[in-house]
């Protein structure tokens, strides 16, 4: 596709369980990242992608949380027991190329809620 | 951590004024991108820019690298441009650059 795609759109899921979130990046993108997006904390770092690895796991809030990417595309983020402070919405982006001097583009993320 | 000062929280305008939104960082950066989050939760790319002035339409915007600020200017406001704008960074000697958003200024345009 033309940009960046996530699923699901919504998630809504009982204290305790595991989710999946899926992120699809622009095609021929290298570099992947994930942020949360909360009331109360802004939008926030949690992990980046180059290739297939992680070098940059240091947003990632607790061990509850983990994230793959195989095939330098498509990257999964799991929550583990999820709490309700872990409602927010949690955007993925994708970027040409190593470095710095490039633009982000951002998914329309995933709405998680945890009742 | 480099620290991102958006200003005004809040704006409200009437359709066809004209606004300037402001970003201050704290450290020097070689990155800065300027989003809009339309009501759907989308951010759409507005601008890339670390330095200097770029014009899209009725949008443009001013880095000024030295004094650690940049500008977003809207002109002839349009109720579709409602939502909210964040400004974000990149510090200088990160070599792989994951952004530190602002705020965001929440803009209101009415008919």
């Known amino acids: 596709g033309a940009g960046v795609s996530q699923s699901p759109s919504n998630k809504v899921t009982e204290k305790g369980k595991d989710v999946e979130l899926r992120c699809d990046p622009i095609?021929?993108?290298?570099?992947l990242y994930w942020y949360r997006q909360s009331l109360g904390q802004g939008l926030e770092f949690l992990i980046y992608f180059q290739g297939n690895s992680a070098p940059d796991k240091s947003g990632l809030p607790s061990d509850r949380f983990s994230a793959e990417r195989t095939g330098g595309s498509v990257s999964t983020l799991t929550i583990q027991r999820t709490q309700q402070e872990d409602s927010a919405v949690y955007l993925c982006a994708s970027r040409l190329g190593t470095g710095t001097l490039s633009s982000q583009y951002f998914g329309p993320g995933t709405r998680l809620l945890v009742l | 951590g480099i620290q991102v000062e958006q200003s005004p929280p809040d704006l409200i305008l009437q359709e066809g004024a004209n606004s300037t939104l402001r970003c201050n960082f704290s450290d020097s950066v070689n990155n800065l991108q300027w989003f809009h989050q339309n009501p759907w939760g989308q951010l759409i790319n507005l601008f890339y820019?670390?330095?200097g002035t770029k014009q899209n339409g009725r949008l443009s915007a001013t880095t000024v690298a030295t004094e650690r600020y940049s500008l977003l200017y809207i002109s002839s406001s349009q109720t579709t441009d409602s939502g909210v704008y964040f400004c974000?960074?990149?510090?200088?000697?990160?070599?792989?650059?994951?952004?530190?958003f602002g705020q965001g200024t929440i803009l209101t345009v009415h008919p």
């Open positions: 974000a960074v990149i510090p200088s000697g990160t070599s792989y650059g994951k952004l530190t």
């Open positions: 095609s021929g993108h290298t570099a």
């Open positions: 820019i670390p330095s």
